[in-house]
């Protein structure tokens, strides 16, 4: 069976956390270390994304799958788990399906709901760039910006593409990701529920989690807890200090 690549930090209580959609645990090397100055840290690349291996299979259930398959590979019987985004969806699933194995569970910026994936955009401007004559990165973000404003998304998908012997290569398995990308606004109707201490942190600017989720969240989650953040979707990059320190508090209370 396929393993994930991960990263590694720290020691001694797990925790795993997972980046989300065209996201990587390149992301989470700085927060990583910082998480793994109090716990022993494990940031894989979920499949099809980063180091890990592509497939044609991609959904939750097999997201979930895959986590199932490191935790027994890394030993551990119980550990702490954080996603954000597309990762939020797959550690919702994991601990519904897996209550005993979760001691506290973190869902960064995304609720247990459906959502409208609209990704036309994204895809659209990431196969503009000629990526068999592309000379440089610079080429690539100059190609980006005609259709993508925001220099922050713009850096962020760029760190998908990467050097090979003959110039660039897209890490993600983008025809893929794009082709199920409807799969990933789904939510599995469940009445499942994981009763360990949970915490939604949310961005104000986002969207993505709102007042009204409460109700469903605490259906699914009763045990849950509520910080927001003043950023957008990507709170953890926006606002890494306040992230870290709320993150921190909940995980290290008793």
Not at 68 to 77: I, M, P, R, Y
Not at 144 to 162: D, G, S, V, W, Y
Not at 217 to 238: M, R, T, V, Y
């Amino acid at each position: 069976m396929n393993q994930l690549f991960f990263r590694e930090f720290g020691q001694g209580e797990p925790l795993i956390i997972l980046h989300g959609l065209l996201g990587a645990s390149d992301n989470w090397v700085t927060l990583g270390k910082q998480y793994g100055q109090h716990f022993h840290v494990i940031v894989p690349d979920q499949r099809n994304h980063g180091q890990s291996f592509h497939s044609d299979e991609f959904d939750y259930s097999i997201m979930a799958q895959d986590l199932q398959a490191l935790v027994d590979e890394k030993g551990f019987n119980a550990f702490n788990l954080m996603g954000h985004s597309m990762g939020g969806k797959v550690v919702m699933q994991y601990a519904l399906h897996h209550p005993g194995r979760v001691n506290k569970l973190i869902v960064a910026d995304m609720a247990p709901k459906a959502y409208k994936m609209d990704y036309n955009l994204i895809f659209e401007a990431l196969r503009s760039i000629d990526i068999d004559g592309l000379g440089s990165r610079n080429e690539a973000e100059i190609v980006l910006a005609q259709r993508i404003e925001n220099f922050a998304m713009r850096q962020f998908l760029l760190k998908n593409l990467t050097r090979n012997t003959d110039g660039f290569e897209w890490r993600p398995n983008l025809a893929v990701i794009e082709s199920n990308i409807n799969k990933l606004g789904q939510w599995m109707l469940s009445d499942s529920v994981f009763e360990e201490p949970t915490l939604f942190i949310s961005g104000i600017k986002s969207g993505y989690v709102t007042k009204d989720d409460r109700e469903s969240i605490k259906k699914h989650f009763p045990n849950s807890q509520f910080a927001e953040l003043d950023a957008g979707h990507w709170l953890h990059a926006e606002l890494p200090n306040d992230f870290l320190e709320t993150t921190l508090r909940f995980l290290e209370s008793k």
